[in-house]
């Protein structure tokens, strides 16, 4: 095993991409929902080999902005449907809320990003998309 650094820029790639491989398994489910209702974990498997083929792991962080664009999507809206996304499964994982679990969530950590369309603070989840995390 090698130590590895990922650079600011690889590492917003990488939140892109996951945050594009969301929408496209919402709405792969939403699409699919017959072919894939009796299948385990909803048929992500099936999803998630489809995924891997898919041209957008080979994109640089400049080439998947310019498809977000495409799709009408800013950095920060995929940021935002990308920490929506691990808050509701987090909070549907069945872990009861408690006061210290409450006042970790809202001492979760935000970054300024800047986008031509607006200035915000977009939440960063402290998990990195992890395949066990999907269940």
Do not use: C
């Not at 894939?36 to 992500?44: F, H, I, P, T």
């Amino acid at each position: 095993m090698a130590i590895v650094f990922m650079s600011k820029t690889a590492k917003k790639r990488s939140l892109l991409l996951d945050a594009l491989r969301i929408l496209a398994w919402e709405e792969y489910k939403s699409t699919n929902k017959e072919s894939l209702k009796d299948l385990q974990y909803g048929g992500y498997a099936v999803f998630d080999a489809e995924w891997k083929d898919e041209k957008l792991h080979d994109m640089t962080y400049e080439e998947l902005i310019a498809f977000a664009k495409s799709l009408e999507f800013t950095e920060v809206e995929l940021l935002s449907i990308r920490s929506s996304y691990y808050a509701k499964k987090n909070n549907s994982s069945g872990a009861t809320t408690s006061a210290t679990s409450t006042a970790t969530a809202s001492a979760t950590p935000t970054r300024k990003v800047n986008d031509s369309s607006a200035n915000t603070n977009v939440p960063v989840p402290d998990e990195e998309f992890d395949v066990g995390d999907l269940f």
